[in-house]
C-alpha cells in the first residue's frame, strides 16, 4: 500500500516503514532486520510478532494479517522473494531486468512496479499474467493497488508532463479508464478500501482530488495549501472512507473529511434538510455555487475546494512520513510512522478545527521488552538464502513466469519477459493457500 524508496536513509540510521492494507500492522525495517508489529493496542503499547536479521531491505509488504511477505533487499534490488515469516521460508524468488521501485499486494494480486514497466502476478500460484510495458518513466515507482478483490484495480501515472493517472482492471487484464487528474505531474495515489474512489496529488501539491476509479468522475476537491507548493509523500484513506489523510515534506500532516451526505445534499438541495445542515456545510456548499457563479474560474475553483478538518503539526520538517486512519478498540486514531524512527499514535476530534490529541509516541528503534516473538523451531532465517518451496521441496522446478506486451494495454504470456523465477509454486500447499487467505494469524490479534 505505502513505501518509503531510495534507502539512503539507512546509513543515517533511519528505518523504512509501512502499514499493511487494512491497517492492522506495521512493518519496520532498519540497516540489521525487520520487525512487525500489531497495532491493536497501540494506544498502549506496540506488541511485536516477528524480528529477524536480514539484508538491509529496500521493500517490504506484508499480506494483510497473514504470513505472507514481500521483501527487496539493497544487496539485490531486482530480486524480489516472497516468504512465509512464520514458517521462516522462502516461497519463491524473481529477478527482473531492473531494479524493483515498489511492490502492491492483495489477495488476488502481486504487483511490481519498475520504472517503465510493471508486473501482474497471481497470487494463488505467483505466476506472472500480464505486463505493462512501456509505461512513462516512473523513477519514483509510483503506483497503487486497492486491496478490495471485488474492485481490484491498479492505478500508474500515464504522462510524465501531466497529472493523468491510468487505470487498470488487474483481474480481467485491461485498461479501465484515464483520468486527468493534474495539470502538473503527479506525486500521490492512494485507492480507498473499497477501490471504487482513488484520491491523487501532483508535484505542485496544493490541490488533492478524489476521482470516482470506475468512470472517473471527480467527486472532491480538497485544499492542502494555497501557496505553499510542497512533495506530498503519503495519501491515505481512512479504513471507513470517512477520511484522508496526507503527509508532506512539511512538519504539517492534514485531514480531510469526505462529506459524501453533505455533497449529496447541496447538489440536490431541493430535497428535505434540517435546520442544522442548511445552516452547516450544505448550506455553505449552495452559498458557494451561487457566489461562484459570479466569479472568474481562478477564484471560484479556490472558494469550492475542501480545507482540512484537523490537522497535525509534527516537530520538525524534511522527515518523511506514512499516514493512516483507522479505528482501534472502537476509537478512531490517526497512526503517523516516521522515517526517523517513530509511530505517532493520535485521537481524531468530531468537531472541524480541533486539535488532534497525541496519546502515544511508541520509539520504534528500541528493542521492546514487551515484544512476542515468534517461537521457532528452527533457526533458519526467514528463507533469505534458503531454496525452500512452500509448494514442495527445495529444487521443485519453477514454474513458467512468461508475460510481455507493448504499449500501456500489455498483454498476457508470449514468453519473451524478462522475468527469471526459482521456487514457483506450482502447485500451492494447503499451508500456502491458508496464508494468502489470511487462516493463520500469528502473534496478537488486530483489533
Not at 497501540?42 to 529477524?52: E, Q, R
Request: charged residues 20%; neutral net charge; contains cysteine.
Amino acid at each position: 500500500m505505502m513505501s518509503l524508496l531510495g534507502r539512503t536513509d539507512v546509513d543515517a540510521g533511519e528505518v523504512f516503514v509501512n502499514f499493511n492494507q487494512n491497517i492492522t500492522s506495521l512493518a519496520v525495517a532498519t540497516s540489521g532486520g525487520y520487525s512487525l508489529y500489531s497495532l491493536g493496542s497501540v494506544d498502549s503499547t506496540l506488541d511485536k510478532i516477528y524480528h529477524t536479521k536480514s539484508d538491509e531491505l529496500f521493500l517490504i509488504e506484508r499480506l494483510f494479517e497473514s504470513s505472507l511477505v514481500a521483501i527487496v533487499s539493497q544487496r539485490a534490488p531486482r530480486k524480489l522473494k516472497v516468504c512465509h515469516f512464520k514458517k521462516q521460508s522462502e516461497i519463491c524468488n524473481y529477478s527482473y531486468a531492473n531494479t524493483i521501485l515498489a511492490v502492491k499486494l492483495n489477495r488476488e494480486r502481486l504487483i511490481v512496479c519498475l520504472e517503465e514497466s510493471l508486473y501482474i502476478h497471481n497470487i494463488q500460484d505467483m505466476k506472472v499474467v500480464h505486463t505493462i510495458r512501456d509505461t512513462p518513466c516512473n523513477p519514483q515507482g509510483l503506483c497503487a493497488l486497492s486491496s478490495s478483490s471485488e474492485h481490484c484495480y491498479l492505478a500508474y501515472p500515464g504522462s510524465v508532463t501531466a497529472g493523468e493517472v491510468q487505470i487498470f482492471d488487474a483481474i480481467n487484464l485491461h485498461a479501465k479508464t484515464m483520468i486527468p487528474a493534474h495539470d502538473t505531474p503527479l506525486a500521490a495515489l492512494a485507492f480507498s478500501p473499497s477501490g471504487t474512489e482513488i484520491a491523487t496529488a501532483s508535484e505542485r501539491g496544493t490541490v488533492i482530488r478524489v476521482f470516482s476509479s470506475q468512470d472517473g468522475s471527480r467527486l472532491f476537491e480538497l485544499r492542502r495549501g494555497l501557496k505553499r507548493c510542497v512533495s506530498i509523500v503519503s495519501l491515505s484513506f481512512s479504513t471507513c472512507a470517512e477520511y484522508l489523510v496526507s503527509s508532506s515534506n512539511t512538519e504539517t500532516v492534514h485531514i480531510f473529511r469526505l462529506d459524501r451526505s453533505a455533497t449529496e445534499t447541496a447538489e440536490g438541495h431541493g430535497s428535505k434538510q434540517s435546520s442544522d445542515d442548511w445552516m452547516g456545510y450544505s448550506f455553505f456548499r449552495f452559498l458557494s455555487k451561487t457566489v461562484t457563479s459570479y466569479l472568474p474560474t481562478q477564484v471560484t475553483d479556490v472558494f469550492s475546494q475542501g480545507r482540512a478538518f484537523a490537522s497535525v503539526t509534527l516537530p520538525e520538517a524534511g522527515v518523511r512520513r506514512m499516514c493512516a486512519i483507522t479505528t482501534i478498540q472502537k476509537q478512531l486514531r490517526l497512526l503517523i510512522a516516521s522515517q526517523d524512527g517513530y509511530l505517532y499514535v493520535y485521537s481524531i476530534p468530531t468537531v472541524e478545527g480541533a486539535e488532534c490529541q497525541l496519546i502515544k509516541r511508541h520509539d520504534l528503534r528500541l528493542e521492546d521488552h514487551y515484544a512476542m516473538d515468534i517461537k521457532v523451531d528452527s533457526p533458519q532465517t526467514l528463507g533469505l538464502n534458503s531454496g525452500v518451496s512452500i509448494g514442495g521441496a527445495a529444487g521443485v522446478p519453477p514454474s513458467s513466469a512468461g508475460a510481455a506486451g507493448a504499449g500501456t494495454g500489455g498483454s498476457g504470456g508470449d514468453g519473451k519477459s524478462a522475468v527469471s523465477v526459482t521456487g514457483g509454486v506450482d502447485k500451492p500447499s494447503s499451508s500456502y493457500a491458508s496464508a494468502v487467505k489470511g487462516d493463520d494469524p500469528v502473534g496478537p490479534s488486530s483489533a
